[in-house]
T-cell receptor, first 109, second 114 residues
Framework: DAKTTQPTSMDCAEGRAANLPCNHS???????VYWYRQIHSQGPQYIIHGLKNNETNEMASLIITEDRKSSTLILPHATLRDTAVYYCIVNVYGQNFVFGPGTRLSVLP | GAVVSQHPSRVICKSGTSVKIECRSL??????MFWYRQFPKQSLMLMAT?????????EQGVEKDKFLINHASLTLSTLTVTSAHPEDSSFYICSARGPNTEAFFGQGTRLTVV
């Protein structure tokens, strides 16, 4: 079973920031938080991951709470091409990923 | 990011025949590869994990004799669906990771058994 809880769906206006929450209250000390997304009929695409500190790359920012029980993926300026299912996964490095249902993000024009 | 190439992207086969799907890591050595299956409107379900040179480890409920996995090199893994039936129709996705890389996914193979 997935160890994370995400909202089923979210809408975001094009050009605005998309903030996708994830709860992982049972996360262990050696588990990372990973985010992937899947655009329709494609394989999942890696977005970002982190352990304790906030992370930022060219795609997104990851904010992890101090107690590590939840996190937020931020897409700073959402575009129509960001419409996808976003998966939040907690995982010990090297082990397989267990996918939950994810959040279906719809970016609206 | 790293590239994982999966081939074919879609295949249609007759019931009772076998289909082979290839997964290649193009710019890194994949010490571990994962095979997933995804039915419509559902999430990815892990089928098996394979380490280079070792036998694959199958998840509960996945028939190892029906879904043959070979990971003979650090850049190639294959999944063969043997004696395919219509219920095997699905979206099959591979994932590869190296010793110091994240997991990267192939573009998926849509299998339709008629």
């Amino acid at each position: 079973d997935a160890k994370t809880t995400q909202p089923t769906s979210m809408d975001c206006a094009e050009g605005r920031a998309a903030n996708l929450p994830c709860n992982h209250s049972t996360i262990s000390g050696n588990e990372y938080v990973y985010w992937y997304r899947q655009i329709h009929s494609q394989g999942p695409q890696y977005i970002i991951h982190g352990l304790k500190n906030n992370e930022t790359n060219e795609m997104a920012s990851l904010i992890i709470t101090e107690d590590r029980k939840s996190s937020t993926l931020i897409l700073p300026h959402a575009t129509l091409r960001d419409t996808a299912v976003y998966y939040c996964i907690v995982n010990v490095y090297g082990q397989n990923f267990v996918f939950g249902p994810g959040t279906r993000l719809s970016v609206l024009p | 990011g790293a590239v994982v190439s999966q081939h074919p992207s879609r295949v249609i086969c007759k019931s009772g025949t076998s289909v082979k799907i290839e997964c290649r890591s193009l710019d890194f050595q994949a010490t571990t590869m994962f095979w997933y299956r995804q039915f419509p409107k559902q999430s990815l379900m892990l089928m098996a994990t394979s380490n280079e040179g070792s036998k694959a480890t199958y998840e509960q409920g996945v028939e190892k004799d029906k879904f043959l996995i070979n990971h003979a090199s650090l850049t190639l893994s294959t999944l063969t669906v043997t004696s395919a039936h219509p219920e095997d129709s699905s979206f099959y996705i591979c994932s590869a990771r190296g010793p110091n890389t994240e997991a990267f996914f192939g573009q998926g193979t849509r299998l339709t058994v008629v």
